[in-house]
């Protein structure tokens, strides 16, 4: 009961605002009134007013327009609950109880009856005034009496033209014609069906419905009403020999007219099943406590509530005696939240979490410009629904003191905050719970999908603060299909604020993931998130125009990412690098690209680990990683913010896959070319223009783009570097048969993430340990390896003299490779001979002539072309000679 009980202390702590209307400002502009109503009275919705002299004579007939047509109106216990029989109204009632010659128009003998049980109860309350009631109530009521039961309302009214042209007792219901439409027909759904007020008008006295002597008047009565009634204990205050109540007020929910708070209409025994002798053995409540109650908790709900469907979320505080709107109708917490990260918007951003926590703790505790809450206080959560027609359920109940209130909102803003850019710097957008609900259903989901997720937010922020699965899970699908949101013209259920809000819960979930990007973290599914968006960004940045509507690959793959982020990165990437090769080309986009690079260079640093592992699928924090990425890139940099440690990271030189091998000689390729083109490296490299074909046929198109390397090294400072790299590179990959049959498979992703590793080894001047033994495999009778190897012997044959003499040039074997590949036999007998005086000169011509010799011996006659197994067997050969050389 501990609801009830805070429901009526703020009943009494807000008595001086009873029956005083206070305009609200809807969300939508909208003006509304909103009043705390007076204790055995209910707001209805009045169409007809009829002005009396103080003698009881009839004066004026006005139909009221919509928003005049509140009014309060005394009720009885059964009238204030009413839904069938006849139980009048004390002063106002509908035409069928007012009007005594009401029956002559419908027809139906019967009507009388509720004429005159309006009466008699007028009569009763008349003469109770004449001897306890103020003046000004007695003659209010006897002139409404008098003309009442003197006067044919009805008859008045037609004659006063309310009802249009119609005579009397002849009137429809429904006005068919649209010209002419009477007022009454336009401002009330049934005319015949209205409330009439009676407006008596005495001197110096405000109308009854807007008068406190008239409201104590009415309780002073019904309370003498009920001396002879039933007494007991009440449970809400727990005393004794008080008057009690077992009916109800309706209307607590604007969505459910009919419906109560409080009701048992079954008194069977299967009710009860035995506990009870009758419903009063269950709980018995106090009149005067259960109207302050439910007239308290309907005031705060037409005040600030917050409803969806038939749902009502509800939140308030104390300050003083007056209430605090922590609740306004567009989400549940926004209002304090909406001031404070505006505040918080233009300021220094916090490192940490926690100084997030205490900058938002701080903010609140400055107090009334907030949340105006009373320190000493409580704050008060309600969520009610009306499940089936005439019943109202509550569905969760808090109380918190202030201190807690605050500590909970505090750690949930600060768990789920992700910083964005914005005009100004970062600022933290906050979604309302209604809006991350719709994120997670989608805008045309059923009421009830929204309603209940809106409830488990809202529980969860006062509770253990971690998301559900079955929310994230449904927004987590959402964010990973951009293609379901369709609407070019939708401006706040986009895809960017659905991937935005889900980030922000996912966040309760990895509380690891800061508000910000942190580029030190190594979580697989992170890293992914954030290559996802440089994708994203690189081609966004590309069009010329911004196109409302247009999807990258980046979002039109994702699905298929969160599935499997390395096999489909290597599509997006594949698909990305035209865009960036165009951009090259630009030069006030050419800071752009060598942006993206270094981005995604960094990025693949960080990523460890086999095919197996990389490519299972994503968790949600691949999408914070998305947010964090995007967020930082167009975040202005400030000069001296954190860089990312590169010396923590080193290329694993150990790794055999075949992929990533494969990335790292591109990789090389790529910089030996962008090194040689200097100034002129606005265009595509090799490397880049065959990307596409070497992720299909590797071993195929190394040998194109070796081939068309070498004019490149010719003047090259780096060229013995560069082919170092490349040997000892080629020298991890397996020379067995079973791997030479599989070196032309298509690539998996690793590869672009060897490239990027190799890139940032090269820049940082990474130096390489063989760890590896010597992989050149002299048993291999292939006769593409067995090429590959005589073309190696003559280079280093040749290098070594060139070399002791200091001249700068390409060798034969380089010279001729293009035609070595196409016909090795004749070109071979060319180089041959080529090579023959540096046999002679050079300290180690013999030994190498001895090499070649016996590989000649396995060669069998044929100029077939060679496939790219030559260039293995060139580098692993090369790579055999000088780890001899050096190591002797």
């Not at 992914?528 to 069009?543: H, T």
């Not at 490239?755 to 292939?782: C, G, H, M, P, V």
């Not at 004749?826 to 190498?848: D, E, F, L, M, V």
């Amino acid at each position: 009961m501990s609801w009830i009980t805070d429901l009526v202390d703020l009943y009494d702590r807000n008595e001086h605002l009873v029956g005083i209307p206070k305009e609200i400002v809807s969300d939508n502009g909208k003006e509304r009134m909103v009043c705390l109503l007076p204790i055995g009275h209910m707001q209805v919705n009045v169409p007809i007013q009829i002005d009396l002299n103080a003698d009881g004579t009839f004066n004026n007939a006005t139909v009221l327009r919509h928003e005049e047509q509140k009014t309060i109106v005394p009720t009885t216990v059964d009238s204030g609950s009413r839904s069938s029989g006849i139980t009048p109204m004390p002063l106002d009632d509908k035409l069928k109880y007012v009007a005594r010659d009401f029956h002559f128009y419908s027809k139906k003998s019967k009507d009388i009856d509720f004429y005159q049980n309006y009466v008699n109860q007028l009569k009763e309350y008349k003469d109770y005034l004449a001897g306890h009631g103020p003046t000004s109530a007695y003659q209010t009521v006897s002139a409404i009496y008098k003309y009442v039961t003197e006067h044919d309302l009805l008859k008045d009214l037609v004659d006063y033209g309310i009802f249009g042209n119609q005579t009397a007792y002849s009137l429809v219901e429904k006005w068919a014609e649209k010209d002419d439409k009477p007022l009454l027909y336009k401002e009330s759904p049934k005319p015949l069906d209205s409330f009439v007020r009676f407006n008596v008008w005495l001197k110096n006295e405000k109308p009854h419905w807007e008068n406190p002597t008239m409201y104590k008047a009415w309780n002073s009565y019904y309370e003498s009403k009920f001396i002879e009634s039933e007494k007991g204990v009440d449970y809400i205050s727990g005393k004794t020999n008080i008057v009690l109540t077992n009916k109800h007020i309706k209307g607590i929910l604007p969505s459910a007219n009919q419906a109560k708070l409080i009701s048992a209409n079954d008194t069977s025994n299967y009710t009860f099943k035995g506990r009870f002798h009758d419903a009063t053995e269950a709980v018995t409540l106090g009149y005067e406590n259960a109207q302050k109650a439910q007239l308290a908790l309907k005031w705060l709900i037409d005040r600030q509530g917050f409803g969806i469907d038939t749902r009502e979320y509800l939140a308030w505080g104390t300050k003083g005696e007056d209430i605090s709107v922590i609740e306004p109708k567009k989400g549940i917490f926004a209002r304090p939240l909406e001031s404070l990260f505006q505040q918080l918007d233009n300021e220094e951003l916090p490192d940490t979490n926690e100084q997030l926590a205490a900058k938002i703790k701080n903010a609140f505790l400055k107090g009334e410009n907030i949340c105006h809450l009373n320190a000493n206080g409580n704050v008060y959560i309600m969520e009610l629904d009306s499940p089936v027609p005439g019943r109202i359920d509550i569905v969760y109940y808090q109380s918190l003191d202030v201190q807690s209130y605050i500590d909970k909102l505090t750690d949930w803003y600060s768990k789920t905050a992700i910083y964005v850019s914005g005009k100004n710097g970062y600022m933290n957008p906050n979604f309302s719970l209604r809006s991350l609900a719709v994120f997670r259903n989608g805008k045309h989901a059923k009421n009830d999908l929204i309603k209940n997720t809106v409830s488990s937010l809202s529980q969860t922020i006062l509770g253990t603060q971690k998301v559900s699965w079955s929310i994230l899970n449904g927004l987590y699908n959402r964010a990973i299909r951009p293609m379901s949101f369709n609407d070019p013209h939708e401006k706040f259920i986009t895809w960017s604020n659905t991937m935005l809000g889900t980030a922000k819960l996912f966040r309760t979930i990895y509380p690891e993931f800061g508000p910000v990007l942190d580029k030190q973290i190594k979580d697989r599914n992170y890293l992914f998130g954030r290559l996802l968006a440089i994708a994203d960004i690189a081609e966004n940045e590309s069009k010329k125009e911004k196109q409302k509507g247009y999807l990258t690959n980046a979002q039109r793959y994702m699905t298929t990412f969160a599935q499997q982020p390395l096999t489909v990165w290597k599509t997006i990437y594949l698909k990305l690098m035209p865009y960036l090769i165009k951009m090259g080309k630009d030069e006030n986009k050419n800071s752009i690209v060598n942006r993206i690079q270094r981005e995604i260079g960094e990025i693949s640093i960080l990523l460890q680990g086999d095919v197996q592992k990389l490519n299972q699928p994503l968790n949600g924090s691949f999408l914070i990683g998305y947010v964090h990425q995007k967020a930082d890139w167009y975040h202005k940099r400030d000069p001296e913010e954190k860089q990312i440690n590169f010396n923590m990271f080193s290329m694993d030189n150990t790794d055999t896959e075949r992929s990533y091998l494969f990335g790292r000689a591109l990789a090389l390729a790529d910089l030996a070319e962008s090194e040689a083109m200097g100034s002129d490296n606005d265009r595509a490299t090799n490397a880049q223009k065959y990307l596409s074909s070497f992720a299909q046929r590797p071993l195929t198109t190394w040998s194109i783009i070796f081939s068309n390397l070498q004019p490149y090294l010719t003047h090259n400072q780096y060229a013995f570097r560069f082919k170092r790299s490349l040997d000892r590179i080629f020298n991890l990959m397996s020379s067995d048969e079973e791997s030479m049959k599989h070196r032309n498979d298509p690539l998996n992703g690793r590869f672009i993430i060897g490239y990027y590793q190799q890139r940032n080894a090269w820049f940082r001047k990474e130096k390489i340990e063989d760890t590896k033994a010597i992989s050149l495999n002299q048993q291999i009778n292939s006769r593409d390896y067995l090429y590959g190897r005589l073309l190696a012997f003559a280079d280093v044959l040749e290098n070594n003299v060139l070399n002791s003499h200091d001249i700068k040039r390409q060798t034969n074997a380089m010279n001729y490779l293009k035609a070595f590949k196409q016909q090795p036999l004749t070109t071979w007998k060319i180089i041959r001979q080529r090579i023959a005086p540096y046999i002679k000169n050079s300290r180690y011509g013999s030994t190498i002539a001895c090499y070649i010799n016996e590989i000649e011996k396995g060669l069998s006659d044929g100029n077939v072309p060679l496939n790219g197994e030559f260039l293995v067997g060139y580098s692993q050969q090369r790579y055999a000679w000088y780890y001899k050389k050096e190591n002797n």
